[in-house]
């Protein structure tokens, strides 16, 4: 039985996360982040969560993309780069210094941490890192078996790895939005959310894992190059291999099957609530008739085969339709999961919020923050029953400035001083 | 040598999210014995994509792609015999990475609490749709399924059709859905390994599929439980105002406008067209209110314009555009050529094909392809014989068992 053991942790005093923290699979190990936006903070986060711990190089003079004032949902009326949910969200429990790397003292401290560092991200642009000499072959020089992961759209090399990307640009270049939409519109829709960016990050973070290993068992450091396309395109392996072997190039579907029917999210009763239902052979099929009590046209023989079912799909969705419109979304999905069929209802962010199962597993956590009060934060997501992780709150941005150049770096209060006047702490 | 190479991993999985997990470990270098089903093998053998569509057990792509570098193995695990030979595979490895579900692994005594009796030091991963517990997690899951119900469908689609509230949410392409929960399990997978170092207590991963996905749209929950928002899907949300999805004569390409710098620049691109002077424009609160015009304005100079000089002219300005491809511009990319990434693999039986490397290059420990996803029971002799003992004899009266 999964221990039911969610532990949040004020970071008050970083020597007694330090303590509480030391069961945990990464303990000991510190990771500098170079990082902006989803994809290099999301793995940062996650290898926060076991235990590592993650120092994030900040500047007020170039804010990250979710801490800049934001237009959209200003909550209020004075914009506080504290205030973001969304960077919270990606960097919760990593610890921040302001430090502007375009002066030199700057990049001085940085290599000073490096020496008590093991590993490094960075998702800045090609060019950044490379330009303060703080790219892996920069830091390298300061330690020997340095870790570094890059993590640019298109890599750290070839004829267009300088071009400029954003996360947007990522499934549109892989090919996956061609393939994402509906086949009578001529614009393919693509995706709201930005699922490359966590594929990204959580790559991102296993590499690192890796290369920790490996250095563990060997005493050698490395660099990893992942290119965020490349780690998009993975996932679509099936529709590069239909035309690699076949030349055939795959076209929108919208959210149908060529093997299954039903199948696709149906409209349920209220606004915008929908249900997915999959029903892949004749079993399935069965127990789905079963669940809806058998009516009449359920046993018509042109729906009795899969092929049966795949040619007359667009007259049995509406059949559906019918029946999904007068219940729930989560009825749907308790019916038809009790009678075996596989179903879930289309969960939005409230949905989730408070969805039964989720609590269970505790995947949500009540985090209180100095600026932002109490809200609710995804906790670890990968389990371990024995040593489950900890979410920890976000920081304020260069809350650590001073913890790591006192503590860590063993700088005077007099050279902390010089460090402010010169503003090579902002 | 590999980043993983001293990892030893029994892989008792089926289709995408336990091979998957699998498979990332063994492009790391880890030694991965995958064990199917005699008769019929993984699921996936028969879900192509064929070449001519002519459905083969040996040359369905997804198959051929999940599991290179892995070796394979056959075994009737619901026999005496394929159960025993099995718990000893388990016993002789560091990780068993399965994606059963958990009333079938239970039934079986290969339960977590049963193999770490004779296997302390063993890491189990478990990825299911919805974990090892709790009200859902007997329920039935397929990727359209946990992409729904995750979230991530729901914010989808977001652009490109006239009244998206008129639209299911739509899924994604493709099987994000088991091969993120496939990645995920890798990683809780290491923190194990990591955590076994420490103390050389073994530990159960519990990863759920469901668990897993939800975080990806947390973007979601913050808006919801912090902001007190309602998340409704709008043509207005975020990636459709300041972007565009545009055609051009030969192509269509994205382009992202979200800064006054990206802005300017984007205008220059085009020639700097009098309407980009309109106060409608002028910054990016009124932009964001009028991109529906901006949009119109735009797509009507794009038409005429060829793809590959409007996405050098953006870059040379450094504005985010790039093409939409489809894969086939994707695998006659010259970058991604020029980064070696496709990978090619010839067998006999199969003959060649093509498919996607690993998306990372390691300077150390280079990711390869040491070999082909293993024909059905290819390594049966290597490892049954080979590591545990049995003569050829046995294997024959496995085989005729149906054991094996």
Known sequence: MLSALRVSYELENPKEVKRAMSALPLEGIRIISFTNGIAGPYAGRLLCDFGAEVIVVETRKRLDTFRRPRLVYPKDTEPDFDKSWSWAEYNRGKMSISVDLKKEEGRELIKRLVELSDAAIDNFGARVLRGFGLDYWGLREVKSDFIMVSMQGLGQTGPEHEYVLWGMNLMPLAGLTYVWGFPDIPTPTGSGGYPTDYLAGVTAALMIMAAVEYRNRTGKGQFIDMAQVENAATIMESVYMDYTVNGRLQERRGNHSPYAAPYGAYPCMGEERWCAIEVRNDDEWRRFCGALGNPPWTEEPRFATVLGRLDNRDELDRRVEEWTANRTHLEVMEVLQKAGVPAAAVLDGQDQANCPQLAHRGTYVRIDHPKMGVASYPGVVMRLAESPGVARRPALLGEHTAYVLGELLGLSEAEIRHLEEAEVLV | ?404
């Open chain 2, 1 to 404: 040598m590999g980043a993983l190479s001293d990892l030893k991993v029994i892989e008792w999985g089926e289709f995408i999210s336990g091979p998957y997990c699998g498979k990332l470990l063994a492009d790391l270098g880890a030694e991965v014995v995958k064990v199917e089903k005699p008769g019929y093998g993984d699921r996936s053998r028969s879900y192509g994509p064929f070449p001519q569509d002519l459905p083969h057990t040996e040359k369905s792509g997804l198959y051929l792609y999940l599991n290179t570098n892995k070796l394979g193995v056959t075994l009737n695990w619901a026999s005496v015999t394929g159960a025993e030979i099995l718990k000893e595979l388990v016993t002789q490895a560091d990780i068993l990475i399965e994606n059963h579900s958990p009333r079938e692994v239970e039934e079986l005594g290969f339960d977590y609490r049963t193999l770490s009796k004779a296997h302390p030091g063993l890491v189990m991963t478990s990825i299911t749709p919805f974990g090892q517990s709790g009200p859902y997690h007997d329920y039935k899951a397929c990727d359209l399924v946990s992409f729904h119900v995750s979230g991530l469908a729901h914010m989808n689609p977001s652009g490109g059709v006239d009244d998206i509230q008129e639209e299911p949410p739509l899924r994604g392409k493709s099987l994000q859905a088991d091969f993120l929960a496939g990645l995920s399990g890798a990683i809780a997978t290491m923190s194990a390994v990591f955590a076994r170092h420490a103390t050389g207590q073994g530990r159960h991963v519990d990863l759920s599929q469901h668990e897993a996905l939800a975080s990806v749209i947390r973007r979601d929950l913050g808006a919801a439980t912090y902001e007190g928002l309602e998340r409704i899907r709008v043509k207005g949300a975020q990636p459709s105002t300041e972007t565009l999805l545009g055609q051009c004569r030969d192509g269509q390409f994205f382009v992202v406008c979200n800064t006054d710098r990206f802005w300017a620049n984007w205008v220059e691109v085009m020639g700097n067209p009098e309407w980009a002077a309109s106060e409608l424009f002028q910054d990016r609160a009124a932009r964001r209110e009028n991109w529906d015009a901006a949009k119109i304005m735009i797509e009507e100079w794009a038409k005429d314009q060829s793809l590959g000089e409007l996405v050098r002219a953006a870059q040379a300005r450094r504005v985010p555009c790039m093409p939409v491809n489809t894969v086939k511009e994707s695998t006659n990319s010259e970058q991604l050529a020029a980064r070696n990434y496709f990978a090619e693999v010839d067998r006999e039986e199969v003959g060649r094909v093509r498919f996607p490397g690993a998306p990372y290059k390691l300077s150390q420990t280079p990711w390869q392809v040491q070999r082909p996803a293993p024909l059905l029971g290819e390594h049966n002799e290597e490892v049954l014989c080979g590591r545990l003992g049995y003569s050829r004899q046995d294997l024959a009266v496995m085989r005729a068992e149906g054991v094996i």
